[in-house]
């Protein structure tokens, strides 16, 4: 579980952030980059952000947290572009379409992410599989902080929905191949359509019936 006060803050995106927790994950983000998980100890994040050991470990307790409070802000850095990537777009279907082909191959892309997956595989899967829930949870809350339309069109089912289509996304990216594998941005929309739209428009007419 990640440290409650630092997930706090990067989820409510805080001014009052601490400034010492802010630079420690730029830190961490930085030399895990660098060195990968495994090689990067918390004295090397320490030493990167310019604290104590000391500091860091009020902060996040365990190196474990530390990698899933690091992890969980570069995922806000991520939604932070595919946010401003379909701002244009007004109809939530077609933004929640587009922001998940988007954020699907954007993962696969990602340096940070295909540097660990290369180095650190044995590391990382278990944060994005048995113990991803933590990270799920917080990337859900992420995606609905960012986009108050889809929050409206979901109501009450908004957190269960989101978080589905987060693990069908992050399944997509850890696991490519298969039957589902999408090969190309073009097709990742295609399948996006196939599995979103019905469960939107079900919420909708289930919406519409109760009034």
């Given at each position: 579980m ?10 409510d ?8 927790a ?5 830190a ?5 980059a660098?060195?990968?998980?495994r090689?990067t100890?918390v004295?090397?994040?320490?030493g ?11 902060r ?11 992890w969980?802000?570069?995922l ?11 701002e244009?777009?007004?109809d ?11 954020g699907?191959?954007?993962l696969?892309?990602?340096p940070?992410?295909r ?5 650190d595989?044995?590391t ?9 829930a ?14 108050p ?16 289509f ?14 589902t ?9 295609s399948?996006a359509?196939?599995?979103?739209e ?14």
């Open positions: 990640v440290g409650t006060a630092p997930i706090a803050a990067l989820l995106e805080d001014p009052d952030l601490d400034p010492y802010d630079r420690i994950l730029d961490a983000i930085e030399q895990f660098m060195h990968g998980i090689r100890s004295d090397d994040v320490a990167a952000a310019k604290v104590g050991r000391v500091t860091v470990y009020r996040f307790a365990t190196k474990d947290q530390l990698v899933r409070a690091a969980i802000r570069h806000r850095r991520i939604h932070a572009s595919l946010s401003a990537a379909t244009g777009l007004v939530p279907m077609e933004r929640v379409i587009e922001w998940f082909a988007l699907v191959h954007a696969r892309d990602d940070l992410f540097r660990l997956l290369m180095s595989r044995d990382v899967l278990p944060y994005l599989s048995v113990g991803a933590p990270i799920h949870a917080a990337t859900t809350m992420i995606v609905l902080d960012g986009q339309r889809l929050r409206a069109v979901l109501g009450d089912h908004a957190e269960r929905v989101t978080e589905l987060v693990r069908i996304g992050a399944s997509l990216v850890v696991s490519p191949g298969g039957f594998d999408a090969g190309d941005i073009n097709q990742t929309r399948l359509r196939q599995l979103i019905p469960v939107l428009h079900a919420i909708e007419q289930q919406g519409e019936s109760h009034v």
